[in-house]
């Protein structure tokens, strides 16, 4: 049964003056028990933005439209009301800077006994063995537990975050950009942490990044954003090897790789803005392959094979051709 | 002659004591930032140096340029040695000699244009000639940094750019007074993957017209594929040092190696096999005896903790500081 389901998921920023911006542009996604999706994209393409919606933690000025399905309930039904039980118990999420998650005037032992006492898991001495036993889970020592966040470095603190995000026994962790600030070996140590993770505890992991090589090695699936929607979404492997929407054959293209010989080239352009209605294909204007119907007709999501879905005009061309 | 010729440099920042430290007359402690770093950089070269934070490498690339001042060693530019000429006598070297830094969001003032952004260089060195001609290198320096055709740009505001055409305004501040050093410090990390690709590739053809670059990384995929040489950095010293396809695939250094292998490849059926290094590199005030990495180094041997290896073969165009390359 599927784990997470996001079903057309719409999110709206109020900009004043009666403009608003379309930063989520009805976004469908469906994770497994245990399975690693990766959700890329361009800076302001809407990666973050459907995650905090997923999470029921956009600001007051955002308006959200869909399904949030946890084990087929809808938990955004009810607002702030039904998401709240599932925070951090069954959804827990790990931030970029893991400075801001943790409180710098306490203890990180405090902060993980005082979530697992505000959600009934343990308490007192109980709680605080459960934090060695999670501390350890992420390869920090025991005995650093009664430290405070300055005292750990940028890769320790992430742990500490990844540590505190685990403490309930959620089902899926959301990670967005979870080593982006982190050096590469530092990086290797976090990423090899979660894929441990997942792996030891059945955890489902949605990780949010602009970095491809990293989604590449770690996650099972991936699904691609532009301009607030999903172009294209599929196993990893495909989506490198096969890629059905220019976006994505573009994006790997323009990413270096250790050993690559092949030319680099830059995806000319940039992103439309979603503060006004875009017409047609969204990338067209970037698109070394887009004709006539791109300009005119918006191509919609469609499965092409078996868990493969993809936003493009030229599959139909294709498909008719073939 | 090589155009940049560092020898032996170093960098210490002393730390302050507090007050407990001075009245109990505690020994000064420094920051050993850059520790004893030695190479060379051609016209028409571009070499990355490359390593974690803290390894030294932006400390290095600023010493260069005389903005940081180095306890030892010797920095020549065109044969000449420029380590202890005074402000004055400077100021005709500065022009040759630009930096690009990592944030365009930053490092270019909001208020002034695109025009204005270029041309205060030339009006800072007082050279350019009228205001015709000035206007005429601005226009030059767009257009070789590709923001064609300059009048779509001259007038305006970084706040009207995209990242990667912030990042080409401040390329063509640094460009347009004909320098032959550029110092480009992590120029494309703050820029999304799409333009990347563009800024680099635009280095590289700067490069290819006899521009010598000094570029900073801590992204080997980008030193692999833009740099002719590579030199790695760890905790203040080069411990590795070539041309960056012998390094890339040939690596010698115990860290050099640990480093390239935990390099995420773009292509999934790449698996990788990373050679995780446990902990992070130790802070420059206390560095390890002997190999500063013996500690991390998973290949050490005993005599690791005494000896500090050289760079070797000595004259080599491919060289690393360990005792177990032979």
Redesign the interface.
């Known amino acids: 049964m599927t784990l997470l389901a996001l079903d057309d998921l719409h999110v709206w920023f109020d900009l004043g003056e009666g403009r608003e911006l379309h930063a989520v542009q009805g976004v469908s996604l469906e994770l497994e028990p245990g399975q690693r999706l990766g959700l890329v994209g361009e800076s302001g393409c809407g990666k973050t933005t459907t995650v905090l919606g997923l999470l029921g933690l956009l600001p007051p000025s955002a308006s959200v439209a869909g399904r949030v399905l946890l084990n087929s309930v809808d938990i955004l039904a009810g607002g702030e009301e039904s998401i709240r039980p599932h925070r951090w118990t069954d959804l827990a999420i790990v931030f970029q800077g893991a400075m801001n998650a943790l409180n710098p005037v306490q203890t990180v032992e405090a902060q993980i006994v005082e979530a697992l006492e505000l959600h009934g898991r343990a308490s007192g001495r109980a709680a605080r063995v459960r934090v060695g036993e999670l501390l350890e889970a992420v390869g920090i020592p025991r005995d650093r537990a009664t430290r405070y966040p300055h005292e750990f470095s940028g890769g320790m603190r992430q742990r500490a975050a990844i540590a505190m995000a685990l403490a309930c026994n959620p089902s899926v962790l959301v990670a967005d950009e979870p080593t982006t600030a982190l050096d590469v070996m530092v990086q290797a140590q976090i990423l090899e942490l979660l894929d441990s993770l997942c792996r030891d505890f059945g955890l489902a992991l949605l990780l949010v990044t602009h970095d491809l090589p990293v989604v590449a090695q770690l996650c099972d699936r991936a699904a691609v954003m532009y301009a607030g929607e999903i172009v294209e979404q599929g196993p990893v492997d495909a989506l490198f090897h096969d890629p059905r929407h220019p976006y994505t054959r573009l994006l790997f293209a323009a990413t270096p790789d250790l050993h690559g010989h092949d030319a680099l080239a830059s995806i000319p352009g940039s992103p439309p803005r979603l503060d006004r209605l875009v017409e047609g294909c969204p990338f067209a204007p970037r698109c070394d392959r887009a004709f006539d119907r791109c300009a005119v007709q918006r191509p919609l999501l469609r499965e092409l094979d078996a868990g493969r879905e993809a936003a493009c005009h030229l599959n139909d061309v294709l498909a008719v051709t073939a | 002659m090589s155009l940049l010729e560092v020898q032996d440099l170093a960098v210490e920042y002393p730390l302050a004591r507090g007050l407990v430290g001075s009245v109990g007359r505690r020994p000064r402690q420094s920051v050993h930032a850059v520790d004893g770093i030695s190479f060379t950089l051609e016209r028409g070269e571009l070499l990355a140096l490359v390593g974690?934070?803290g390894c030294g490498k932006t400390t290095t690339a600023q010493t260069v340029l005389r903005l940081v001042e180095p306890v030892r060693g010797r920095i020549s530019f065109e044969g000449g040695e420029i380590t202890k000429l005074g402000q004055r006598q400077l100021r005709p070297l500065r022009r040759r000699m630009q930096i690009v830094y990592q944030d365009p969001y930053e490092s270019l003032d909001p208020r002034l244009t695109v025009r204005a952004a270029v041309e205060e260089p030339l009006l800072i060195h007082h050279v350019g000639g009228s205001k015709s001609q000035r206007e005429e290198r601005v226009r030059e320096a767009l257009e070789r940094v590709e923001l064609t055709p300059p009048e779509l740009f001259l007038q305006r505001y970084p706040h009207e750019l995209?990242g990667?055409q912030r990042q080409r305004v401040a390329i063509a501040a640094a460009i347009v007074l004909e320098p032959d050093l550029l110092v480009a410090d992590e120029p494309v990390s703050m820029l999304?993957?799409?333009?990347?690709?563009?800024?680099?590739?635009l280095l590289d053809r700067l490069r290819a017209g006899g521009l010598a670059v000094l570029m900073i990384t801590?992204?080997?995929?980008?030193a692999?594929?833009?740099a002719d040489r590579i030199a790695v950095m760890y905790l203040g010293r080069i411990v590795e040092e070539g041309p960056a396809a012998e390094v890339?695939?040939n690596p010698q250094h115990p860290y050099t190696k640990?480093?390239?292998s935990?390099?995420?490849?773009?292509?999934?059926?790449?698996r990788?096999r990373?050679q995780?290094?446990?902990g992070?590199a130790p802070d420059a005030v206390r560095i390890p005896p002997g190999c500063r990495f013996h500690p991390r180094c998973p290949a050490a041997i005993p005599a690791c903790r005494q000896i500090d290896p050289e760079l070797r073969p000595e004259g080599a165009a491919h060289r690393a500081a360990c005792i177990l390359v032979s």
């Open positions: 974690e934070s995209s990667g999304d993957v799409s333009v990347r690709a563009g800024v680099l590739t801590h992204d080997l995929s980008t692999a594929r833009f890339v695939a640990a480093l390239l935990v390099v995420p490849r773009r292509d999934p059926r790449e990788m990373p995780i290094l446990q992070e």
